[in-house]
């Protein structure tokens, strides 16, 4: 690339090179996209030369992106992976295809730093054809999530948040369950073993130090709204990627829609920007989701976990079925719904658990031709349901709007720390209605848990949109 600066080539780089090399004889399609990105991010192809990795941009086997100590950037992989890499980290794509067939394969390698991995389709069949090679150690698939490190020793730390990742090297090989961490030490003579270490790849959210929200349905004795104090008793959640939302929007390109946690195996997660009052003013995706100034937080809410709220005003999305940017414009009984918080890195392992309602969007219609309503509803988690690592989650909901009453039980299981459900509702003005929930729980020990959900009342052809907080009892 002209102009571009040498990719100067230190230990570190030699070893990377040597991953990326390896395969290089065979062509293939591209790997994955850039989803998210900030400054201080590179990649180099096969011929060496670095130049910053933009966001929407194709990766291929062979490619080696680099992190400064400020860089972040996440890339999702054709089989639905990803990879969220931190900080002074250096990760190749030493050989990927994927085509749905026996030969489809996931090799990368982690010289140094810190990457978050959710993995997708390669692997699920042959455990085998997906692998990340460190300085010291090959980390296998037999689950389907976890945090991998190489220290500064050259050590490699590994913990599973789903499943059971293997962690191997010449002297041994052990099996890390979710929540155990395992080390490989630098001495390639010294098995791996367990340890009480745990990988460090983003700042964990801030305990608060007081529950302090506002929410549409809260009110006084005499009907006003119950607001909280204009200086909040909590730490607000800050800019920065990592992030886990459940949203809820209507789009002229879509329709009404709601994304976040897909449930299983995974969800969605990405970076967000906060105002000085944890108000989210920018969510970025697989597309980028930014709330112009002119508008308002009609309900908002945090406390210092979760924060949650209703945008009224416009939202510029830059998306691809607008061949651009598209910019939408909510009234006052419409809105830009979200509950986001950092995902739960380790889920509880087995017991039970409720959730009460911490805090809510009003819902509202998406033609705005009704006030918006209020929201209730509970949880219920049955941690390791089906092993420890499969969680059931059951809850109960009711959407108050001026004119019907949505009500709905949903049932999801999930093996990681993000849920789905579709359920039927009672209510509408015909049986032909439905209802979605989307959810991430949230928390050291997951502590917390948000979603947003849609109900499609197609007889009346219209549908409601809302988010929620929930809180462990």
Same mark, same amino acid.
Request: aromatic letters at 8%; proline letters at 6%.
């Given at each position: 690339?002209p102009? =571009? #600066?040498?990719?100067?080539?230190?230990?570190?780089?030699?070893?990377?090179?040597?991953?990326?090399a390896?395969?290089?004889?065979?062509?293939?399609?591209?790997?994955?996209? $850039?989803?998210?990105?900030?400054?201080g991010?590179?990649?180099?192809?096969?011929?060496g030369?670095?130049?910053?990795l933009?966001?929407? #941009?194709?990766?291929?086997?062979?490619?080696?992106?680099?992190?400064?100590?400020?860089?972040?950037a996440q890339?999702?992989?054709?089989?639905? =992976?990803?990879?969220?890499?931190?900080?002074?980290?250096?990760?190749? !794509?030493?050989?990927?295809?994927?085509?749905?067939?026996?030969? @489809?394969?996931? *090799?990368f390698?982690?010289?140094?730093?810190?990457?978050?991995?959710?993995?997708?389709?390669?692997?699920?069949?042959?455990?085998?054809?997906?692998?990340?090679?460190?300085?010291?150690? +090959?980390? &296998?698939?037999? &689950?389907?999530?976890?945090?991998?490190?190489?220290?500064?020793?050259?050590?490699?730390?590994?913990?599973?948040?789903s499943?059971?990742?293997?962690?191997?090297?010449?002297a041994?090989?052990?099996?890390?369950?979710?929540?155990?961490?395992?080390? #490989?030490?630098?001495?390639?003579?010294?098995?791996?073993?367990?340890?009480?270490?745990?990988?460090?790849?983003?700042?964990?959210?801030?305990?608060?130090?007081k529950?302090?929200?506002?929410?549409?349905?809260?009110?006084?004795?005499d009907g006003?709204?119950? !607001?909280?104090?204009?200086?909040?008793a909590?730490?607000?959640?800050? +800019?920065?990627?990592?992030?886990?939302p459940?949203?809820?929007?209507t789009?002229? *390109?879509?329709?009404?829609?709601?994304?976040? &946690?897909?449930?299983?195996?995974?969800?969605? $997660?990405g970076s967000?920007?906060?105002?000085?009052?944890?108000?989210?003013?920018?969510? +970025?995706?697989?597309? +980028?989701?930014?709330?112009?100034?002119?508008?308002?937080?009609? @309900?908002?809410?945090?406390?210092?976990?979760?924060?949650?709220?209703?945008?009224?005003?416009?939202?510029?999305?830059?998306? *691809?079925?607008?061949?651009?940017?598209?910019?939408?414009?909510?009234?006052?009984?419409?809105?830009?719904?979200?509950?986001?918080?950092?995902?739960?890195?380790?889920?509880?392992?087995?017991?039970?658990?409720?959730y009460?309602?911490?805090?809510a969007?009003?819902?509202?219609?998406? @033609?705005?031709?009704?006030a918006?309503g209020? *929201?209730?509803g509970?949880?219920?988690?049955?941690?390791?349901?089906d092993?420890?690592?499969?969680?059931?989650?059951?809850?109960?909901?009711?959407?108050?709007?001026?004119?019907?009453t949505?009500?709905? @039980?949903?049932?999801?299981?999930?093996?990681?720390?993000?849920?789905?459900?579709?359920?039927?509702?009672?209510?509408c003005? =015909?049986?032909?209605?439905?209802?979605?929930?989307?959810? /991430? /729980?949230?928390g #050291?020990?997951a502590?917390?848990a948000?979603?947003?959900?849609?109900?499609?009342?197609?007889?009346?052809?219209?549908s409601?949109? &809302?988010?929620?907080? /929930?809180?462990?009892?």
């Amino acid at each position: 690339m002209p102009g =571009s #600066a040498p990719f100067r080539l230190n230990r570190s780089g030699v070893l990377l090179a040597l991953i990326s090399a390896g395969f290089a004889g065979e062509a293939a399609a591209a790997a994955g996209r $850039v989803d998210f990105t900030t400054s201080g991010v590179t990649v180099a192809g096969r011929d060496g030369q670095a130049r910053p990795l933009a966001k929407g #941009a194709e990766l291929d086997s062979g490619d080696t992106i680099r992190t400064n100590n400020e860089g972040r950037a996440q890339i999702r992989f054709s089989d639905g =992976s990803y990879v969220s890499l931190q900080p002074n980290t250096d990760f190749a !794509i030493s050989e990927y295809k994927f085509e749905s067939k026996n030969d @489809d394969r996931g *090799f990368f390698g982690l010289v140094r730093g810190a990457m978050r991995t959710v993995t997708g389709a390669v692997g699920r069949v042959n455990r085998n054809s997906y692998r990340i090679t460190t300085p010291t150690a +090959t980390v &296998g698939i037999r &689950g389907t999530g976890g945090v991998i490190q190489v220290l500064n020793d050259g050590s490699t730390l590994v913990i599973g948040t789903s499943g059971i990742w293997s962690l191997t090297n010449p002297a041994g090989s052990i099996d890390v369950p979710a929540g155990v961490s395992g080390l #490989a030490p630098s001495e390639p003579n010294t098995p791996p073993k367990e340890t009480n270490t745990q990988p460090q790849t983003s700042t964990p959210p801030v305990e608060p130090q007081k529950e302090i929200f506002a929410q549409g349905d809260q009110v006084n004795s005499d009907g006003t709204a119950a !607001i909280g104090p204009t200086t909040p008793a909590f730490t607000p959640l800050v +800019t920065g990627d990592g992030y886990a939302p459940a949203i809820g929007l209507t789009a002229s *390109f879509f329709g009404p829609f709601i994304d976040g &946690g897909d449930g299983g195996e995974g969800g969605i $997660v990405g970076s967000a920007v906060f105002n000085p009052s944890g108000q989210m003013t920018e969510l +970025t995706l697989n597309d +980028t989701y930014k709330l112009l100034p002119g508008g308002t937080h009609a @309900d908002f809410g945090s406390d210092g976990i979760l924060a949650w709220g209703r945008w009224v005003g416009q939202v510029q999305t830059s998306a *691809f079925q607008c061949e651009g940017v598209c910019t939408e414009t909510y009234n006052e009984n419409q809105g830009f719904h979200y509950v986001i918080g950092m995902p739960t890195p380790v889920m509880p392992t087995i017991g039970t658990a409720t959730y009460s309602l911490l805090g809510a969007t009003r819902p509202t219609y998406t @033609d705005g031709l009704n006030a918006p309503g209020t *929201f209730s509803g509970s949880l219920s988690v049955h941690f390791g349901a089906d092993g420890p690592n499969f969680h059931l989650i059951t809850g109960s909901f009711k959407a108050t709007m001026p004119d019907a009453t949505y009500s709905w @039980d949903a049932t999801a299981g999930t093996s990681s720390a993000f849920f789905a459900a579709s359920s039927n509702v009672s209510g509408c003005s =015909s049986s032909s209605c439905n209802a979605q929930i989307r959810g /991430f /729980f949230s928390g #050291a020990s997951a502590e917390r848990a948000g979603m947003s959900y849609k109900i499609d009342d197609f007889n009346a052809e219209r549908s409601v949109l &809302g988010a929620a907080a /929930f809180k462990k009892n």
